[in-house]
């Protein structure tokens, strides 16, 4: 248990909060939701923000919804976009929504047993039975034109980009509904989100105060940004995603483990559990020797366990250790071959048939002719590297030229060839 509030501020997630909302928190236990846009079948790590204070919320004691957005997914949020996005069907709306819930359940507790166990919720639920004239009389009727031409997002989008379609400009009223159908019919009296929903927010707020004359809170946290203002959790080959099958876990720690100190400071606080007392102790050492990296390789491990799991996450660290430390032949063999591909992902790669390999001839052969001269253009030159020492197969120093070429294979069809300090060859076997 902790105050939701104080817990936010000192973590840096607190952007804007209407009055008291912090009373309202203090006289009992209380419901919030925080919406996820389902146009994607995963989350990736800018959702964390959102997902990390739903967490907050409810290790406060206090009773966590989350929305995904079955209906609203179908129109799209213009909120500081600068065109319209493609519309999803129904059937790819349903999978990615499945998918989601999935994902939401690693952070969130939905014990039967718990008062304050989260929900999930769809919005196409209440939304799919509205006829249209419904939804302008009852609903419509509500918020003026002004009230939504004044909001940022709406005002930026007019004025920047190509123009706004009035199915995204109803997307405001439609958010809106939820909050009052999630307020009236499941007691939610708060709204979380990024500081890019504040006006779809407050237009919630509104709706239930004109509709039943009901008072609701908002309260938004930043939008995260790298330290070089760069758009946080993309990178050149895309978006850092939660399933694995997208992003995999050892890529996933390598994001983390490879953020910049000033952005470490700041991530360990928003995308871990850790307390305030154990972060300023790794911050303190940190700074005594920075070259350690004390505070990446911390948030790397926590985030990695939360959302792969321990197993995962010691697959990443041997995966690490064999490119940038001291690896064995043992550390190699135990990764598994999606992991093994992405530790060397873009390393040149030798196809040899097997009939070829299982041929008996020594290393220099192996290294120079039967690997189409790419790895070693000459036996002469082969022969000369291997005894100086700078010759590994499957992290096993080489010394002997004329030894037979006889390894036990990587997932039984690769050998990792290391020549020189930095530079590897795959070959693998088919």
């Not at 799209?76 to 493609?86: I, L, M, V």
């Not at 985030?303 to 010691?314: P, S």
């Not at 290393?363 to 002469?380: A, Q, R, T």
């Amino acid at each position: 248990m902790n105050n939701f509030i104080d817990e936010l501020q000192w973590r840096g997630m607190l952007q804007d909060m209407t009055p008291g909302l912090e009373q309202h928190l203090k006289e009992g236990m209380r419901s919030a939701y925080l919406g996820f846009d389902p146009t994607a079948d995963s989350l990736h790590i800018g959702h964390l923000v959102g997902v990390m204070t739903l967490l907050h919320f409810q290790r406060a004691g206090h009773k966590p919804f989350a929305l995904v957005g079955g209906a609203t997914g179908m129109i799209g949020d213009p909120s500081f976009k600068s065109a319209e996005r493609n519309l999803l069907d129904k059937a790819s709306l349903d999978h990615n929504v499945e998918c989601l819930k999935n994902q939401l359940a690693k952070f969130l507790n939905f014990d039967e047993g718990l008062t304050n166990k989260a929900e999930l919720v769809n919005n196409h639920d209440w939304m799919a039975e509205f006829s249209f004239l419904a939804f302008i009389r009852d609903v419509g009727k509500h918020i003026t034109v002004n009230y939504m031409m004044a909001k940022d997002s709406v005002k930026r989008r007019l004025e920047e980009g190509s123009g706004l379609s009035f199915t995204e400009f109803s997307y405001q009223l439609i958010q809106g509904y939820d909050f009052f159908h999630l307020w009236k019919n499941q007691g939610v009296s708060i709204q979380l989100g990024g500081s890019d929903q504040w006006g779809n927010i407050v237009t919630g707020t509104e709706l239930i105060r004109k509709m039943e004359g009901g008072h609701a809170f908002a309260l938004t946290v930043p939008l995260i940004t790298k330290s070089d203002g760069a758009k946080f959790g993309k990178t050149e080959s895309g978006s850092i995603w939660l399933d694995p099958e997208k992003t995999s876990p050892y890529a996933f720690y390598q994001f983390w483990l490879n953020v910049s100190d000033e952005d470490a400071s700041k991530y360990i606080r928003i995308f871990t559990l850790l307390d305030q007392k154990t972060i300023q102790q790794l911050e303190k050492e940190h700074l005594e020797a920075p070259h350690l990296r004390f505070l990446q390789k911390e948030i790397a491990k926590e985030v990695t366990c939360m959302i792969h799991g321990e197993k995962e996450y010691e697959m990443a660290l041997k995966a690490s250790s064999i490119l940038f430390g001291k690896s064995s032949t043992e550390d190699l063999a135990a990764l598994d071959e999606r992991t093994f591909l992405q530790v060397f992902e873009g390393v040149p790669q030798v196809n040899i048939s097997r009939e070829v390999f299982e041929e008996k001839s020594n290393l220099v052969d192996l290294l120079s002719e039967k690997s189409h001269g790419i790895i070693f253009p000459s036996k002469g030159e082969a022969r000369k590297m291997i005894q100086g020492g700078g010759v590994s197969i499957n992290k096993e120093k080489i010394t002997d030229p004329a030894a037979d070429a006889v390894f036990p294979l990587l997932q039984n069809k690769y050998l990792l060839v290391q020549k020189g300090k930095k530079q590897y060859f795959i070959i693998l076997i088919d």
